[in-house]
């Protein structure tokens, strides 16, 4: 066996020694820290959780690299050996909001917001989205890609396994298909976990904006053209709205999310950011997978989420980075309704791939306790996307998605802010990578 080695492409057998803490949920979603382990993981998935005082002993006794190979007929050769040394070992991270297909920047409208000049002041004047799209438009497929997995690679080594990724910069019918074709070229140079949403809806086109028959042209070709061709080219299983009384309003938001239904799509809608339209209502009402950003949600609307498998997504780096009031997360505790984290990264509203700092935030603003961080970081997380095999639970048959990290504990993940102590990120067995040398 080869120690501190993960050789990806042979290796069925990982074994995780000198575990210092664990942490994670077990299968009945209850949070648990346990001193001092191994974690044998087998062909993806977790085969045993043992005691360190009982290793070495269990290993003799039970010829457990022998037993392994007899349970799946892997040689001793196939068996790697990861020395965490003491480390601490915590579920992989899912960001299940990111807006990470786009071209340029927009680091100008940075100071013109904290001047105090309004995000929907700065996209009327021809900033905001319509400024990414402009850029992205220009850009080509290879520049895209690229930038795109720069990105993912910066998420990656912030413990990122899983992630949700929106097109919505692109706003033609070629460059929204374009866009998602690149999301899911993606695949092919990385082992994390793609999600990709179609998000044609997330603005209007720019030279549609003043213009109500252009807008009315453009939802129509979203409802009859982009949708059907991305359903049959099978580009994505979700499909996301701006829903905004100066973006889409309510009436256009339900026009478009039961299009999107009527072709089996599953939705995720952006609610209750800059103002409250009810559209966090129709999103329950539709049975919406996720409701997004929430700053200007009300008791009455979590009351309701509370009744439904909508899953609220809070997005605290964007209240931070906009130096807007954040989502009432208090309401949520209040009334037992469970929310997920995202990052939100994008190129205006929350430019950034830390997702230790979103987590701090969380803590700092909204006072969310070490457990429920984790929890809405994996395990709800991953229900707020979908992903068939998620990341939070660490037990017995369960996806190995892991994070070894340097810290003497959990909560030094997010008290340290500003560093990044993550040493490896494990998916499903693997080591995790983004290969950006096309």
Partial sequence: MEENCLKDENSKVLIIKDIGKLYGFDKNLNFFKRDNCTIIIKDGKIFDIIELKDYDSRLRAENYEKQLKDHSKTSVEEISVVNAKGQVVFPSFVDPHTHLIYYGDRASEFFMRNQRIPYMEIAERGGGIASSVRQTRGASDEQLLLSLLKRLKALSSFGVSHVEIKSGYGLTKKDELRLLRIINKAKVYTNMIIQPTCMAAHDFPPEAKNDPKLKEKWISEIEKEILPSVKDENLSEFFDIFSEEKVYNLKQTERLCKAALDLGFKLKLHVDEITNIGACQLAVKLKARSVEHLLKITEDEILLLKESETIPVLLPGTAFYLNEPYAPYELFEKNG??????????????????????????????????????????????????????SGIIDKGECANLI????????????????????????EGKKAFVNIDM
């Fill in 337 to 390: 309704v469970e929310v997920a984290l995202a990052s939100d990264s994008n190129p205006g509203s929350n430019c950034t791939e830390n997702m230790l700092l979103i987590y701090t935030i969380a803590a700092i603003k909204l006072h969310m306790p070490l457990d429920v961080i984790l929890k809405a970081a994996t395990v709800t997380a991953s229900k707020a996307s979908d992903f068939i095999k998620p």
């Fill in 404 to 427: 070894i990290a340097e810290i003497p504990h959990l909560e030094y993940l997010f008290y340290h802010y500003g560093d990044n102590p993550i040493k490896e990120v494990i998916i």
